[in-house]
């Protein structure tokens, strides 16, 4: 599975886009990139993933360049409950669907 | 609604007691689970994959007759921590894999050991 790499932390003014990044530069043709977040004492929450098309859905989009080298999650209009830790990880279709998470970012959304 | 239940999801206990979490899958039947392990200000790391019928497959430096799996049903795997001490405090956590591939969270359960 691609390694990946994120800020440990990021600010964001609420009812702003927040654009969390993500660097994946190893990952292979057939792994997909996978947003998780955690909000504080509890299981993480699914996002969003895709293999190499841009992906939307209720909660966020998901862009991923053309090299698929890095990806950045979109939240159109952050609140302040989505305060969390957000992780990126590359997983291949082919595994047993076991996700290794990395550090994250933390998000801090302010009023 | 939530696809995953996890019981109970807070738990204190005496040092050299055995304590049994509970990962029910909700939704759909799931011949794999895995279970996490979260320490404060950590991220999670994978303890091991549980499998319907056959035994767990541990990540390195899991102890397995520590940690011991038992994923009897299609929606039930457990996770007891046997003869617990301080050092076992964690936050623990189950995951169910759905349809379409992605990991579905338990809410976790929080082992507090006195």
């Known amino acids: 599975d691609a390694k990946t790499t994120q800020p440990p932390s990021m600010d964001c003014a609420e009812g702003r886009a927040a654009n969390l990044p993500c660097n994946h530069s190893t990952i292979s043709g057939n792994e997909y990139v996978y947003w998780y977040r955690q909000i504080h004492s509890q299981g993480p929450q699914y996002i969003i993933h895709g293999l190499k098309n841009n992906e939307t859905n209720e909660m966020a989009s998901l862009i991923i360049t053309e090299d698929r080298k890095s990806s950045t999650l979109i939240l159109p209009h952050a609140t302040l409950r989505d305060t969390a830790v957000y992780y990126c990880i590359g997983r291949g279709s082919g595994n047993t669907g076991k996700l290794i998470f990395g550090q994250g970012t933390t998000l801090q959304v302010k009023p | 609604g939530a696809v995953v239940s996890q019981h109970p999801s807070w738990v204190i206990c005496k040092s050299g007691t055995s304590v049994k979490i509970e990962c029910r899958s909700l939704d759909f039947q799931a011949t794999t689970m895995f279970w996490y392990r979260q320490f404060p200000k950590q991220s999670l790391m994978l303890m091991a994959t549980s499998n319907e019928g056959s035994k767990a497959t541990y990540e390195q430096g899991v102890e397995k007759d520590k940690f011991l799996i038992n994923h009897a049903s299609l929606t039930l795997s457990t996770l007891t921590v046997t003869s617990a001490h301080p050092e076992d405090s964690s936050f623990y956590i189950c995951?169910?894999?759905?349809?379409?591939?992605?990991?579905?969270f338990g809410e976790g359960s929080r082992l507090t050991v006195l």
């Open positions: 995951s169910v894999r759905g349809r379409t591939g992605e990991l579905f």
